[in-house]
């Protein structure tokens, strides 16, 4: 074959952005799923678009050992209601990933995620086994039914920014990489995705480890009648064994007033470029030649970013910054703009191009915009940057504000900043405050820095 150099790799391996995601989506149930689950299309192409992103990855920085490595993995949540395909497009992923890791958050443990420590009873020495996240180093861990994780979600914080699992037990203390992209999903608590609140209130799951995510989508069942005719059409006719796909669109519907840089679309969306038009055929590419390709773009290709590029990512970072700068609301911070970088380094090595440009971060832009938005959409199609997944939904936001300027007045009354949990119960009765879950609205207020728990049942009050 024709020998090519490092530096221009695609002078051999000649690909578009939407001829991959056609090939990876034709090759494993994805372009199935598109039309064999609820979601809408312009979902469906962005959530897809962007675990393509994650199988890619971004480029390592500082991998040297007297500098702070930054990773360039991203990491990838999909919640929604149950039935939607998530479970498929995490076997997809793992199947076309050159290191492929699936697991089921019901049936794994913290040292399965990890390491653990076992002792040959034959010799009495100590070995360590990986678990997931280490078998999975330089690849992908798929992790399916994230919410039934418990108490096993804390071991992926460490494995998750700083890309490395540490263990100290029984004298030994070792740290083993864990450098690979989570894609993680999960179905809100109740069974049905509830808009009034927030993520981390639909997966009672901590804002820290949502935190890590780059780009978190709500994949909502919502009845539409054209669409679930196609969807009722394509799976009849793929038990019947035709195998036939609907060509039709649906159309968006663009009469929202659009006030927000979150509600911005381009002239020609991502989505719908994309989208297959009728009459078209696509040849599809095997699978094992798609893992080789990306094989050889994750180890050959470091793209970086160009002046255009960074311009671009810089404005929307700044433009989201202006837009959350009230007092309540919780601010856009730093780890976002690192995922735009990553995401667009990964959209110009999907093309094996060694700079990144503007077209790259457009499109990277349009898919951080649709995260967000459904981020902080209240459910009525109103933005509210006063919520996001570290905050409050729009119900106990009320509440808390009540409740911590009532715990203000009584702590002025009888000067004193710590109340225990029967003093707190005691005055959200008086203002007639009825919460099914008491403790979780005071765990949210000691997330979001109103109380600080002292104790055992104890909170001081931190606005004083």
């Known amino acids: 074959g024709q020998s090519t150099s490092k530096s221009q790799p695609y002078a051999y391996w000649e690909a578009s952005f939407s001829d991959i995601l056609f090939i990876f989506f034709l090759t494993n149930f ?52 149950p039935g939607l395909g998530k479970s498929q497009m995490l076997q997809a992923v793992c199947n076309v990933a050159p290191r492929g890791i699936y697991v089921c958050g019901n049936s794994t443990s913290s040292t399965g995620l990890t390491v653990t420590l076992s002792r040959d009873s034959a010799t009495g020495d100590y070995a360590l086994e990986a678990g997931a996240l280490v078998l999975a180093d330089q ?31 029984a004298g030994i203390v070792s740290s083993l990489p864990a450098r690979t992209s989570v894609v993680a999903a999960a179905n809100p608590i109740g069974g049905h995705y509830n808009r009034g609140r927030t993520v981390s209130e639909n997966l009672k799951m901590g ?68 989208q297959v038009s009728a009459g078209e055929t696509v040849d599809s590419i095997p699978s094992c030649l798609l893992r080789k390709y990306i094989s050889y773009a994750r180890q050959y290709v470091q793209p970086s970013l160009s002046s255009e590029a960074a311009e671009t990512l810089q404005h929307f970072y700044l433009s989201l910054r202006a837009q959350g700068q009230s ?100 005055v959200a009765d008086k203002l007639n405050i009825k919460v099914m879950d008491f403790e979780g609205l005071l765990s949210s207020l000691n997330e979001q820095g109103f109380l600080l728990k002292k104790g055992a049942k104890v909170y001081q009050l931190q606005t004083v």
């Open 207 to 274: 804002s820290a480890l949502l935190s890590r995510f780059d780009v978190v989508f709500l994949l909502l069942d919502i009845p539409n009648e054209s669409h679930d005719r196609r969807v009722s059409e394509h799976v009849m006719a793929n038990r019947a064994g035709k195998g036939r796909m609907s060509s039709s669109v649906v159309s968006r519907d663009n009469s929202q007033l659009e006030s927000s840089v979150l509600l911005e679309h381009s002239d020609l969306p991502l989505s719908e470029r994309l």
């Open 327 to 426: 007092a309540d609301a919780t601010p856009i911070t730093t780890r976002q703009l690192e995922s735009l970088i990553r995401l667009t380094e990964a959209r110009a090595r999907l093309e094996l191009r060694e700079t990144a440009n503007k077209s790259d971060a457009d499109d990277v832009v349009e898919i951080m915009k649709h995260s967000l938005a459904d981020t902080y959409s209240d459910g009525l199609g109103n933005l509210d940057f006063e919520r996001s997944q570290l905050g409050s939904g729009m119900s106990q936001r009320s509440v808390a504000k009540r409740l911590v300027h009532a715990l203000h007045m009584h702590a002025q009354k009888t000067n004193q900043k710590e109340f225990d949990l029967q003093t707190i119960r005691s």
């Open 139 to 169: 690849g992908i861990c798929c992790i399916d039914e994230f919410d039934k994780l418990g108490n096993q979600q804390q071991a992926l914080l460490e494995a998750m920014e700083q890309q490395s699992v540490s263990l100290a037990k």
């Open 30 to 81: 994805l372009a199935y799923m598109i039309y064999s689950s609820s979601l809408h299309p312009y979902t469906a192409f962005l959530v897809k678009a962007a675990l393509v992103l994650a199988l890619f990855g971004g480029r390592q920085k500082n991998i040297n050992k007297n500098s702070v490595p930054v990773r360039g993995d991203p990491h990838v949540l999909m919640v929604g209601d």
